[in-house]
């Protein structure tokens, strides 16, 4: 069995799942086998208004600079991903009976598993990165009473 999750919350001092029928058809499946349980809080997604401010003030800010001149918002945000959310991924390939080392580049979605506080830090280094090549951004309060 893959490891499953399951999401609720702790109300008087007991766990209150909220798919209850999944919850039990698991604990079912479980019937006479060990487990083991972790709970951790469950992390904070990001916000509607985050991804606005990121898209809105910090890329929006970077687009009326000629250095990002003929660029759309998503080459911009491409080019911050790739420098700030890409790993490499260590394989092997073997052809002909010869084993070759390379790299698989992957870049961390700021989709369902971005956490706002990972968001937070991601906008953070974008905008240090603005700011050292001459480009102002507004702060988040600035950018929400204009628009």
Do not use: C
Not at 81 to 107: A, C, F, Q, W
């Amino acid at each position: 069995m893959a490891d499953v999750k399951h999401f609720g919350i702790i109300s008087n001092g007991e766990r209150q799942y909220y798919n209850k029928d999944y919850h039990r058809s698991v604990i079912k499946d479980l019937e006479g086998k060990e487990f083991v349980e972790t709970i951790k809080l469950k992390p904070k997604r990001v916000s509607l208004d985050a991804f606005g401010y990121y898209y809105g003030g910090v890329i929006g800010s970077a687009l009326k600079n000629e250095m990002f001149g003929g660029w759309t918002k998503d080459d911009v945000d491409d080019f911050f991903s790739d420098m700030y959310l890409s790993y490499h991924k260590p394989v092997s390939m073997t052809i002909g009976g010869y084993t070759e080392n390379v790299y698989l580049r992957k870049v961390t979605s700021k989709g369902a598993g971005f956490t706002s506080k990972q968001m937070s830090e991601y906008t953070e280094r974008v905008i240090i990165w603005l700011g050292t090549h001459g480009i102002t951004v507004m702060t988040p309060e600035q950018y929400y009473s204009q628009n």
